[in-house]
């Protein structure tokens, strides 16, 4: 029986030794995978994808490692930027500035 191959940038998925699943995510543009763990495989693999829709709305993965003013700054150049009107981005971006981020 031969084992079904995962499409590129699909990543994997397994059974580790203490029993819980383990999913990996490649992450694009960047030689590294990020793995999300769980009780069931259904469980990993929801996980995952989570995270991939994450990814595609411009959202890092790396949030343990951000600072709130990173995290805003990055928010404000990203996500907001298309999602509002130029106005409500102008008053979100000066009020982050302002009060958040310093």
């Not at 499409?7 to 030794?17: F, L, Q």
């Not at 990996?24 to 769980?38: D, E």
């Not at 130029?86 to 009020?95: E, F, L, Q, R, V």
Request: charged share 30%; with cysteine; hydrophobic share 25%.
């Amino acid at each position: 029986m031969t084992k079904k191959k995962q499409a590129d940038g699909e990543g994997s998925i397994r059974k580790r030794p203490n029993g819980t699943w383990e999913a990996r995510l490649s992450i694009p543009g960047q030689y590294k995978t990020k793995s999300f763990y769980g009780k069931t495989q259904a469980e990993a693999r929801r996980k995952r994808a989570e995270a991939e829709k994450a990814l595609e709305a411009g959202h890092s993965l790396d949030s343990q490692k951000q600072t709130v003013g990173e995290y805003l700054e990055g928010w404000l150049e990203g996500p907001l930027k298309t999602s509002v009107a130029p106005k409500t981005y102008a008053d979100y971006s000066w009020i982050c500035r302002r009060y958040l981020i310093p």
